[in-house]
């Protein structure tokens, strides 16, 4: 068998690694160093870049350069190059191609299989457009798993006992939190929450604005109107921040910054962390919530795993010290423990590993549309998988052959407020009464986290189905937002959602009244009928008011007469049975 290797394809950078004798190794880019820029660009000749080379000439050619692609998996966006038009996945392909390259060079053998890490937030069609990128790039993928899972594999806690870990994922521009219980082998994301505005470049960009202020006093300029001394502003600033996680005091330096003078600073690390605190303070909120989702507390967290470059900040470390009252776990580089994960989650599949099963969760709850527009879930939020939901389903007209199944995301109670994934329908579905035919609908979600769903009509044992690879992207960003919104209108939602129920109600419950009718013609008198028909116009009536406290008084009223006239006809029924009865009795 070839070797397998474990990805982190991150958004600027990306990772990889491999098992050794049994033993994670990250393999060195050709290039230099082990992170391999997640940078594509295209150059005169038609020749493309990818890696280094490409970042390294990103400012002469920004157009003809793609970077942070990773923000756009999933999405229908499209890149013009030239002419050109390549896709998110293409894209991606070419660094996973570039990455497999590199492997390859390094082991001394072909690689086809792979472990890919996406972020935990990743909805559907982002991982389903991970795969595909993969794909561009020949490589096979034993398994999509998510970041924060690979971190705690590399940290080797699936051999301890059950507990909760806490990973704290803070990069380039985004902050990502999950929090993950595991033991006796099985891991279950439990939350996710993050900030996707979030990350090193805010830190680098207070002493960005701290240098030209200071620079401003002095000599009356601002030096962040040039583009070019912004670019060297910028890049000094990184430097001085990663210095200031080693040392408590940093010089920055950058000659010739205008007309000739120098810019030339001294910054502490207090003053960088007085200067920061507004950011630290924005990883606080996101933590908070994905303990509220995961039901737990900062004391029942075990274990905090620091993943991403900006966590070695000494500011950041303090403070999940402080919120979670416990050392974090940094010992492994926050830069490639993902990757080491990764590779690990590799070696499982291969059997190099044993013992470990990986358990994942549904972000966002999954459903379909029904009747009135209500979306109706049929595989709840966090929900571990893989998993397998289904529900019986019925028409809402007479005569009805054919389904619409529309395919949602979210956590609002009606469609509308929730985001479409796909449609499909069901026909051929044999003449019958509303609410007769039964369809079973069914969501399956594989260990890779890619949707199918499935409507199957009972009678006639017809069945399609569609996989959910729509380019639809949701972001962890989206994905809270959309969590707040269905927060802050739940209450909202639940009265639109009675409304309308009450409707359906009002409704079906004319559709029945009519049915009593047609059915015992003759045996209601004028009276009854008359009754019936006047109770279900007021109902008619108040439906087309809208009011739902008027709906359901008339519609109570129709119940009770529809309950009345229904015992009076079984009561006639009887006494007709026991005459017919009694009349035989007499013949004989
Ligand atoms: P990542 O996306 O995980 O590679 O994170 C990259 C971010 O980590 C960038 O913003 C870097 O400036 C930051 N970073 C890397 N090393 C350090 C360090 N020693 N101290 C502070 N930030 C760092």
């Given at each position: 068998m070839s070797t397998a290797i474990g990805i982190d394809?991150?958004?600027t950078f990306s990772v990889v690694a491999y098992l050794e004798n049994g033993k994670a190794r990250v393999i060195p880019s050709s290039e230099g160093g082990n992170l391999i820029p997640s940078v594509v660009a295209f150059i005169d000749g038609g020749f493309q870049l990818t890696g280094k080379l490409a970042r390294a000439q990103a400012a002469a050619n920004p157009i003809r350069t793609i970077a942070s692609i990773k923000r756009w998996m999933g999405s229908d966006k499209k890149i013009e190059i030239e002419g050109k038009t390549y896709t998110p996945q293409e894209i991606s392909g070419f660094i996973l191609r570039k990455v497999k390259r590199e492997a390859e060079a390094y082991i001394g053998e072909k690689v086809e299989k792979a472990v890919i890490t996406v972020p935990a937030y990743f909805n559907d069609n982002q991982r389903q457009a991970t795969m595909d990128a993969a794909i561009f790039a020949r490589l096979d993928v034993m398994r999509i798993i998510n970041e924060p899972t690979a971190a705690s594999l590399a940290y080797g806690?699936?051999?301890?006992?059950?507990q909760h870990i806490l990973v704290w994922d803070l990069g380039g521009g985004t902050f990502d939190v999950s929090i993950l219980e595991l033991g006796q082998g099985v891991f279950e994301v439990k939350a996710v929450n993050g900030d996707?505005?979030?990350?090193?470049d805010d830190w680098d960009q207070k002493i960005m604005d701290y240098a030209a202020e200071e620079y401003v006093k002095i000599?009356?300029?601002?030096?962040?109107?040039?583009r070019i001394a912004l670019q060297r502003l910028k890049e000094a600033s990184e430097r001085a921040k990663r210095e200031l996680s080693q040392k408590p005091l940093t010089n920055i330096r950058i000659p010739f910054?205008?007309?000739g003078r120098d810019l030339e600073i001294s910054l502490t690390r207090e003053k960088f962390e007085e200067l920061s605190c507004d950011l630290l303070e924005k990883m606080v909120t996101p933590s908070k919530q994905a303990l509220k989702d995961a039901n737990l507390?900062?004391?029942?967290?075990d274990r905090v795993i620091l993943v991403g470059g900006?966590?070695?900040m000494p500011a950041v470390q303090q403070l999940a010290r402080e919120l979670f009252e416990m050392e974090p776990y940094k010992d492994i580089n926050p830069d490639e423990v993902v990757a080491v994960g990764a590779a690990i989650q590799a070696g499982v599949l291969t059997g190099e590993v044993n013992h470990i099963t990986l358990v994942d969760i549904t972000p966002l709850s999954l459903g379909i549309e029904t009747m009135g527009g209500i979306f109706t879930r049929i595989i709840g939020r966090n929900t571990p998988v893989p998993t397998t939901c289904g529900q019986i389903f019925t028409t809402a007209?007479?005569?009805?052959?054919q389904v619409d199944i529309y395919i949602l995301q979210g956590?609002?109670?009606?469609?509308?407020d929730n985001v479409s994934l796909g449609k499909f329908n069901l026909d051929?579905?044999?003449?019958?009464?509303?609410?007769e035919p039964q369809i079973e609908v069914a969501f399956h979600i594989d260990a890779n986290g890619i949707l199918q769903v499935s409507a199957f009509d009972?009678?006639?044992e017809n069945q399609k189905s569609i996989n959910i690879n729509s380019s639809k992207r949701l972001s962890r960003g989206q994905i809270n937002k959309m969590l707040e919104e269905a927060e802050r209108y739940a209450a909202d939602d639940e009265k639109r959602k009675e409304h309308i129920q009450i409707g359906i109600c009002a409704e079906g419950m004319i559709a029945s009244a009519q049915v009593v009718m047609e059915e015992n013609l003759e045996i209601l008198d004028k009276f009854q009928i008359d009754e019936i028909e006047k109770a279900i116009l007021k109902v008619k009536a108040a439906l087309a008011q809208g009011k739902s406290e008027e709906m359901k008084l008339e519609m109570d009223e129709l119940r009770k007469i529809i309950e009345i006239v229904c015992s009076e006809i079984r009561d006639k029924k009887e006494k007709r049975k026991k005459m017919a009865h009694s009349k035989i009795g007499v013949l004989k």
């Open positions: 394809l991150g958004t806690l699936h051999e301890k006992d059950l996707t505005h979030l990350g090193g000599h009356k300029i601002d030096i962040r109107e040039d910054i205008d007309q507390t900062a004391k029942n967290i900006s966590t070695r007209q007479d005569n009805q052959t956590e609002r109670a009606l469609a509308a051929n579905i044999p003449i019958a009464r509303r609410g009972l009678h006639t």
